[in-house]
């Protein structure tokens, strides 16, 4: 069988080894602290759930939904609102399967082959399999120690911006943990506008940012409406993951032909998930305010103790993960977590994962309550792994 050029494009699997230890380390009964995955482990709250299990007893709930519906649009609308104090209509929105699915498709609607897009590195991993996808070539920016874990607009040569046709930026950034300040926005407006660049905002952790500062939407920064669309997703903020809810909103005309591509292959979300989204989206938002600071609670154990027995791992500053440079004495960061996971239990995931300038950090997900946290950094100590490398 001969496959199409398309999917030559993704890489293979090249973490299948520590994916096959785990489970093998887990048949084994061996103690295992997994922060390779960032699903968090809070509680889906009541309401949310209810409202599902009201929805999926109805039988015109089983039918196609063939769209949004305008009670869902609606609630997105007044969230944002209420939320971030941003005023969009209903035709600003349009809802994808997790932002996953919609980053991984946007470039569908936006690229030819062979077009320009530009991307932070490191990044999520959709953000480099979206362009796969597309066809189009990445030019990638650096999010590192250098720049502050920032965009550093100066790193886009003028005659790559000329040519792109978006650039994705992600704050609280998946893998780095750093958080936007509102001159970066500010900054990547002028600069869209300047080259005619639309701006992609994952917004997947708008509700997980520490030391009291308060997450926000790009679309409340002044001209982003008309040079971007934000992500929006449920998944970590109300605790969906599974339910597969997320947002694309912004610029009409982008909005319109997104809708359009996803008219010609989805018959749209299932009714019950529609109601859950509205349940998340007008309720109280009280237990996403404590779930925040049980995050930071959880940096605060992860980072203060790893410090503490001699590991120098900054504090993130929001989203759900620490990324931690490889120790001494290793020859990369894939060669790292496997002799970490087999000395002590703790799984993380290996910088390189996360796109060029990956190499040489790990990714830790903050999804262990702090007592755990507390018993993988004691086995992490008694290891001696820090100290004597390999
Ligand atoms: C930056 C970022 N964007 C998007 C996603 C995926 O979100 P969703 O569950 O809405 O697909 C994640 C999940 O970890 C993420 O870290």
């Not at 001209?223 to 947002?247: H, I, Y």
């Not at 950090?361 to 755990?372: D, S």
Request: hydrophobic share 40%; net charge negative.
């Amino acid at each position: 069988m001969k496959f199409s050029k398309r999917v030559d494009r993704f890489p293979d699997e090249i973490f299948a080894s520590l994916n096959k230890r785990k489970i093998e380390m887990e048949k084994e009964g061996k103690k295992i602290y997994n922060l390779s995955v960032g699903t968090p482990d809070f509680e889906t709250a009541p309401h949310i759930k209810n409202a599902l299990i009201e929805a999926a007893k109805e039988q015109d709930n089983w039918k196609y939904s063939l769209r949004d519906t305008p009670e869902m649009l609606e609630a997105v609308c007044s969230y944002y609102k209420r939320r971030f104090d941003v005023k969009i209509t209903p035709d600003m929105v349009c809802s994808c399967n997790g932002s996953q699915e919609g980053i991984g498709h946007i470039g569908l609607v936006l690229c030819d082959e062979g077009d320009t897009v530009i991307l932070p590195s490191p990044c999520y991993p959709v953000f480099i399999a979206g362009a796969n996808m597309a066809g189009a070539v990445p030019f990638y920016y650096p999010m590192t120690k250098e720049t502050g874990y920032l965009p550093r607009l100066s790193d886009i040569p003028d005659e790559t911006a000329k040519k792109a046709v978006y650039m994705i930026v992600s704050l609280p950034s998946n893998p780095t943990g750093s958080v936007a300040t509102e001159k970066v926005y500010d900054d990547v407006i002028d600069f869209a506008k300047k080259h005619d660049i639309l701006i992609i905002h994952d917004n997947a952790y708008s509700d997980i940012i520490f030391d009291g500062v308060k997450g926000g939407s790009f679309l409340s920064h002044p001209g982003a409406k008309d040079v971007g669309v934000e992500f929006f997703s449920l998944s970590k903020s109300f605790n969906m993951t599974g339910a597969r809810v997320s947002f694309c909103i912004g610029r009409k005309d982008v909005i319109a032909a997104f809708r359009k591509l996803r008219e010609q292959i989805d018959f749209g979300m299932f009714y019950p998930i529609q109601k859950a989204a509205v349940a998340a989206l007008t309720g109280p938002l009280d237990m996403v305010h404590r779930q925040c600071d049980d995050y930071e609670e959880r940096r605060n154990v992860l980072c203060g103790g790893l410090r503490d027995i001699g590991w120098n791992v900054p504090d993130s500053h929001g989203s759900m993960f620490v990324w931690a440079p490889v120790p001494e004495g290793f020859k990369d960061s894939f060669d790292f977590c496997m002799e970490l996971m087999e000395r002590t239990g703790v799984i993380c995931t290996p910088g390189s994962s996360f796109g060029p300038l990956g190499e040489g950090y790990i990714r830790m997900a903050l999804v262990l309550a702090p007592e755990k946290i507390k018993e993988a950094i004691l086995a992490i100590d008694k290891s001696g792994i820090l100290k004597e490398g390999r």
